[in-house]
């Protein structure tokens, strides 16, 4: 297993698209979170998931993001009516355990760009 | 509500100088401290890390001691190399179920040969 997996690494979208990240965990890992990173900022929790369930949202989530994880394995991040605003890294990571903290991987993110 | 406020970069600096990155937080109950590293187009990797007061973490010639008195996790390396340059974060989990992380904004740091 090559780590965590994030596809496509840069999407390029105009306003008011959908788009559709995909986020490969560590097969082992039953813990996978969202992050997204704008310029000059650090990452910031969007959404994470055990196993399959959906446990928390943040704010930063609105009615446009939706998040699944169908049978606990891979993710999926779509986003509706992009916006210009939207324009930013999408960082996935996975653990095996909250208490393994060396276990928190990150992929390399997906950058999307709205025009 | 949680924060993490980080020296403001750039830094650039000359082979083996020393490296000093400011770090400080808030946050409810007794966090957990992080250092992560990101290198040009590569994922988040987690430098080291800190889980109560007077804890040192330490890797790859980078340490940083948990200052519960002073709220402060400053990263510090003796003697950097070009290969040390990257965007580094300091991150805190302040516990609950979910784990997850609140980042400071980054401090880009480039080592001049």
């Known amino acids: 297993d090559t780590g965590v997996s994030q596809n496509p690494r840069h999407k390029i979208t105009k306003r008011g698209q959908n788009v559709t990240f995909r986020c490969d965990p560590i097969s082992e890992h039953n813990r996978l979170y969202w992050y997204r990173q704008t310029l000059g900022q650090g990452p910031e929790f969007l959404t994470y998931f055990q196993n399959e369930a959906q446990l928390e949202k943040s704010r930063l989530l609105s009615d446009r993001f939706s998040a699944e994880r169908p049978k606990g394995s891979f993710s999926t991040l779509e986003i509706q009516r992009t916006e210009q605003g939207d324009s930013a890294m999408y960082l996935c990571?996975?653990?095996?355990?909250?208490?393994?903290?060396?276990?928190?991987?990150f992929g390399s993110g997906t950058r999307l760009t709205v025009v | 509500g949680n924060s993490v406020t980080q020296m403001e970069g750039p830094v650039t600096l000359s082979e083996e100088a020393f490296l000093t990155i400011n770090c400080t937080y808030t946050a409810t109950g007794y966090p957990s401290l992080f250092w992560y590293v990101q290198y040009p187009g590569e994922g988040l990797q987690l430098l080291l890390k800190a889980t109560k007061a007077d804890d040192k973490g330490s890797n790859k010639g980078f340490e940083a001691t948990y200052r519960k008195e002073t709220t402060s996790f400053h990263l510090e390396k003796g003697s950097v190399q070009v290969s040390d340059s990257a965007v580094y974060f300091c991150a805190l989990n302040s516990g609950g179920s979910n784990y997850k992380l609140t980042f400071g904004k980054g401090t880009l740091l480039t080592v001049n040969p």
């Open positions: 990571a996975s653990s095996p355990d909250p208490r393994d903290h060396y276990g928190y991987t």
